[in-house]
């Protein structure tokens, strides 16, 4: 029987000295035992405790499946689906009207806040000084200025995400981006919308390669949802989620930028773009970097399991703010039944299972880690017919559940916002 330190390593895929030497040094700083075990048993107490809640009751857990979990983690999320798409009030995701009736939705349940956006001025002066030729075409205009007469400019930036190339949107139109100053923000509240239903055809390719049709832009505190649904199971609850998620990631950021105005204006743009980038330490820091034997901790700002599930840095210590944006979606979720009222929507289930996970045998008997957070889940859905199963979101979670567990959520974001740029710190 594995150790509370073995299970947390198998967990995270990293060795089993790796999870011992950051219990101790962890100690050393907080004066906090036992946390590693605790974590563990609170674990299995929620795995147990929903393994009942399906059905699962009489059964050892030595006996039950990984493929009989899947599917009943799937039915559990089609039910739940089904419920989301009745509050909001939607009737058919055919019609025109549903993509932003469940903006509206998610802004009634968790209402957009504010913070420091570029001007829409300054907007609109980088798109006529590098014109998308693409959106031009798409929309047959001639002139950026004859576009943006007619057109609103918030839409306009969202279609250089799925229209124009990437690699002159990277090496010209957002090279722009190096000139920016303070001065070229305002302070105006998070906008939430649906596009027009004229942008769907152009961006079947986006969303066919995402797998979703919601996406953001930081800089502009805009969040956008491409009027397409692909018909899938779960599609509805993956959309109020990533909307909930974009929510808070974009405050987030918002409050960094605000942090890189008071910092300094020389650096305001590096930095901007830095955050923007997404940028985390690109090579393993030197000894000498630890200060007195401190514990050393990566910021991961964004999901590096998606491109190398191999990458270095998912095997150090480290804490991923997108984990934490997640984590706030599934509170959002959850507290739909107390705004809506009369809605008993049963999704307590998700509740605190952001990082929960155990191994089950598949059928040859061989031992899988099976993920309990709702999105790993639904995006598994979504993706069933290519048979990929996520894990990603939990593990991530699960490296914030340990740093929580010797601090705070508070301090994980306080610290992650400070040594952002950085890209680690030591505690």
Request: proline residues 4%.
């Amino acid at each position: 029987m594995d150790t509370p330190q073995e299970k947390i390593a198998r967990m995270l895929r990293v060795s089993k000295q790796t999870i011992n030497d950051l219990e101790s040094s962890m100690e050393r700083a907080t004066g906090k035992v036992g946390v590693m075990a605790r974590i563990v048993e609170e674990n299995d107490a929620l795995v147990s405790d929903r393994l009942h809640r399906l059905g699962f009751g009489g059964k050892d857990m030595k006996d039950i499946k990984a493929v009989e979990i899947f599917d009943a983690l799937r039915s559990k999320i089609e039910a739940d689906d089904l419920k989301i798409f009745e509050v909001c009030g939607v009737f058919s995701l055919r019609l025109e009207s549903t993509a932003q009736k469940i903006c509206d939705f998610v802004a009634s349940v968790t209402p957009p806040g504010e913070g420091y956006f570029l001007k829409l001025t300054k907007a609109a002066e980088l798109l006529k000084a590098e014109p998308p030729k693409k959106i031009l075409e798409a929309l047959k205009y001639a002139t950026v200025s004859e576009m943006l007469a007619k057109e609103d400019i918030r839409e306009v930036y969202c279609a250089l995400r799925f229209l124009e190339d990437p690699v002159w949107l990277n090496t010209v139109f957002f090279k722009q981006y190096e000139q920016l100053t303070p001065k070229d923000f305002e302070w105006r509240k998070i906008h939430l919308q649906a596009l027009q239903p004229k942008w769907a055809s152009a961006a079947e390719k986006f969303v066919a390669k995402k797998y979703h049709n919601v996406s953001h832009l930081k800089e502009l505190g805009v969040i956008f949802v491409i009027p397409i649904f692909l018909g899938i199971s779960g599609e509805t609850l993956r959309l109020v989620s990533l909307l909930n998620h974009y929510l808070h990631e974009v405050a987030y950021y918002a409050t960094l930028f605000e942090g890189f105005m008071k910092k300094s204006e020389e650096t305001f743009a590096a930095h901007l773009i830095s955050a923007l980038r997404g940028d985390v330490v690109a090579r393993r820091l030197p000894s000498f970097a630890m200060e007195a034997d401190r514990p050393r901790w990566l910021i991961v700002q964004r999901y590096l399991a998606k491109d190398d599930e191999n990458d270095w840095r998912l095997f150090e210590p480290h804490v991923n703010p997108e984990a934490l944006h997640w984590a706030r979606a599934e509170a959002d979720i959850l507290n739909i039944e107390h705004v809506v009222r009369g809605f008993k929507d049963g999704l307590d289930f998700w509740r605190g299972l952001g990082w929960a996970g155990d191994f089950f045998p598949t059928e040859t008997g061989v031992p899988v880690l099976v993920s309990f957070n709702i999105v790993d889940t639904v995006m598994a859905l979504v993706k069933e017919k290519e048979l990929i199963k996520y894990l990603y979101h939990q593990q991530e979670a699960l490296w914030n559940k340990i740093f929580i567990s010797y601090f705070s959520e508070a301090e994980l974001e306080d610290w992650s916002q400070r040594y952002i740029i950085q890209g680690w710190f030591g505690v």
